[in-house]
């Protein structure tokens, strides 16, 4: 079986190369972008199993990204799991409300958390 493509879009680069090797260890095969733009970018033309998502970013938030993403036939598929330090009601109700799978606050999850929640959502055992 080929290894799972994930699209980490995350601009915190600590954390987004915390991610990118955990996940990497776990056989995923890992991208990363650090801003909207590029994020987007990648989204519609590497054509990812998942996406993680962060909210704030540069040159486009994640809103815009799940909005542009959601609005692609050739992409509206791919699940998107917001993965934030905003942990509002209205912040995820928003999120949801544009398409995300799922919402993840940061600090409620440790990356063996935030993978099996990738591996539940991907129907992976």
């Known amino acids: 079986m080929a290894n799972k493509k994930l699209l980490i879009i995350e601009d915190d680069l600590v954390l987004q190369r915390a991610l990118q090797e955990f996940l990497s260890a776990e056989g995923f095969d890992v991208q990363c972008a650090s801003d909207g733009e590029v994020g987007a970018s990648k989204a ?7 996406i993680l998502l962060d909210i704030v970013l540069p040159k486009k938030d994640g809103y ?4 542009e993403v ?5 992409a509206k598929h791919i699940p998107i799991v917001l993965l934030t330090n905003l942990g509002s009601i209205s912040d995820v109700e928003k999120a949801l409300e544009l398409g995300a799978t799922t919402y993840l606050v ?11 929640k990738i591996k539940d959502i991907l129907k992976m055992k």
Do not use: C
């Open 64 to 67: 815009a990204v799940l909005t």
């Open 70 to 74: 959601r609005s692609s036939e050739n």
């Open 106 to 116: 940061k600090a409620d999850y440790k990356l063996e958390e935030i993978t099996a």
């Open 44 to 50: 519609l033309s590497e054509d990812p199993d998942l």
